[in-house]
DNA sequence: CGACAATTTGATCTGTCTCAACTATGGTGG
DNA sequence: CCACCATAGTTGAGACAGATCAAATTGTCG
């Protein structure tokens, strides 16, 4: 697909956009950068110019608190926008890294912000994507506090499954997240040990099977009702909410 | 102060105003409401058309897991907009509820659009404030996924103290927070017996007091060493990072 | 004063962490 | 093509932070 149709759809699963809103998302310069695995796209502190778009592979963000003990915030997936915000904050409050070789587009901001107050469209699609990756943080917020191992893992599972799905990147029940059990455990706030037998414990139960880096749901039912799931939160537009 | 001061005052901790964009907001009509302690303002999967501010006493937004384990997911104080996001996202993901007896502005959904469509200054408050809020809860996503009880309630009253003294609510290094040690758990994640211990500890480490919802910090540089607070993340625009 | 809510205390239990070893797995260079 | 090394996954044993349960104490407010 090419770059600028990637997060015009990726919009589009969250907003209607216009032919004349695409225009002009399809009009921004972009330029290209390739990123080594593991390697940080931005730093905490940072002042950066431009936004970033994943074209391909997959991206966290993260925090570092004391002691060298890492929180990962979110992950993203080809067509996201993972820096929206330092369009309007000055500096990055936090990290970005590649989890996979990946690439990403850059635009400046200034171009961006231009569409963003010449069309009303553009600018509602891009509010409305923070908003709903706030909604998600929320989301994450509550499985940290108030959810066991087993509902974390599962929920996080259920929610990849579902925003890759609505990209098209699934193959029935399949997909790919090229994280390590260490990365999982710093995303849902465990051990990565524990992680290693919560996802046993998955398997055993029938929920899901992995080989490396591929996923898949046996049985989402199952899964859903175990992970305390509901995909409200996603604020996804309609596409296949089945699976 | 004037109802309208109260919530530009806040916008203006992030945000420079001008004298047209303070003039735009003044002119957005407002209803009022009291609510009163423990009530819900808005619920999970109501549609809503008018923006909220609070006035006077606090507001928390929460979200339910399964088994009646709740989460609480930002406090607001005098001043803020705690669901702007019902602007652009068609019904609501949480819960919006008052933590003391609330008195509430409400400002129509089409007169705020109107007002942000027409002024870039305004605009960029909004979604300035919209972002801020979003790195708050990032911050309590490292909060309850990798810090210890102790860390946990000693980051969540620097995060207070400061946010509250931004808008001129403290007096020296004392402050009121309306929460039982039960609400103090849902938020930080923990039962509210360690909540108990936990501010028992606090206070013998002799780094705050209280008494009832008054609290005061008696040890600004150890609570925050303890705590693994730093402010950046709050974006504050300069005022008073002292204490 | 009575009653209900919130705080405090004690005892016990458990989910998850930590530490440490062992086993794939895959990539690299000789 | 194999020996090697690094990285990721797996397993076991023990420790501990924080949960749970239950009761006692202290507000607080009509």
């Excluded at 936004?51 to 080809?78: E, N, T, W």
């Excluded at 499954?161 to 995303?187: I, V």
Aim: with cysteine; net charge neutral; aromatic share 6%.
């Amino acid at each position: 697909m090419p770059n600028h149709a990637l997060f015009i759809r990726h919009l589009q699963t969250l907003v209607m956009l216009g032919s004349e809103e695409s225009a002009a998302l399809n009009a921004l310069p972009m330029r290209f950068r390739d990123v080594r695995k593991h390697q940080d796209i931005f730093r905490e502190g940072e002042r950066v110019s431009e936004s970033c778009i994943v074209l391909s592979g997959m991206v966290c963000r993260y925090k570092m608190a004391g002691d060298g003990r890492r929180q990962i915030l979110s992950f993203h997936f080809p067509g996201d926008m993972p820096d929206l915000q330092s369009l309007n904050l000055s500096y990055m409050d936090h990290n970005l890294m590649a989890l996979s070789p990946v690439r990403i587009g850059l635009i400046p901001h200034d171009d961006l912000r231009a569409a963003i107050n010449r069309h009303e469209g553009v600018r509602n699609a891009v509010i409305t994507r923070t908003l709903v990756d706030a909604a998600i943080l929320r989301q994450w917020l509550v499985n940290l506090g108030r959810r066991t191992a087993l509902e974390r893992i599962a929920h996080l599972f259920c929610e990849c499954y579902l925003r890759l799905q609505a990209m098209g990147h699934t193959e029935r029940a399949n997909f790919r997240l090229p994280l390590t059990q260490s990365e999982l455990g710093d995303a849902t706030g465990l051990s990565s040990v524990h992680v290693n037998r919560t996802m046993q414990e998955l398997r055993r139960m029938g929920l899901i099977s992995s080989n490396g880096n591929e996923h898949s749901i046996l049985d989402w039912e199952q899964l859903r009702q175990k992970a305390d799931f509901s995909p409200e939160y996603l604020h996804l537009r309609d596409t296949a909410l089945d699976a």
